[in-house]
């Protein structure tokens, strides 16, 4: 009796795991299938990204300017005095942000965190893992 039982469960378990390996297949494809409009949103969202890059670089660039001019005018330097005061400002406050930075991203990170990030990078470019 036990083996008559047999192979009837093992064709009950071969039907069930064709149906879930179905069902697994249908959520790949749907998944993939989002992960190309994803890309087009990430990408258009990179593009936007890098145009208001661009106008933020600019308009640094102008208020680089415009202080240049307010500290040549209100100390009485010439241009090349001004422009050393204006580095040197930009290289104290560019040390500050980095030591902030690195101080902030230092620490231990779990094996977790760094798959997670690792994943996340590769279907970011596109790569399977």
């Known amino acids: 009796m036990a083996e008559s039982n047999s192979p009837r469960g093992f064709g009950a378990a071969a039907r069930a795991t064709a149906l879930a390996a179905s069902v697994m297949d249908l959520h790949v494809r749907i998944a993939l299938q989002e ?12 593009l ?22 307010w500290i040549q005018q209100r100390w009485s330097l010439d241009l090349s005095q001004a422009l050393i005061a204006l580095s040197v400002g930009n290289l104290v406050f560019a040390g500050v942000s980095l030591r902030i930075g690195g101080q902030v991203l230092k620490g231990p990170f779990l094996p977790q965190t760094l798959e997670g990030v690792m994943k996340t990078v590769r279907a970011l470019i596109g790569r399977r893992a």
């Open 35 to 46: 992960v190309d409009r994803e890309k087009r949103r990430l990408i258009s969202g990179g």
């Open 48 to 69: 936007f990204l890098a145009m208001g890059g661009t106008a933020m670089l600019l308009a640094l660039l102008a208020g680089e300017g415009a202080l240049l001019l």
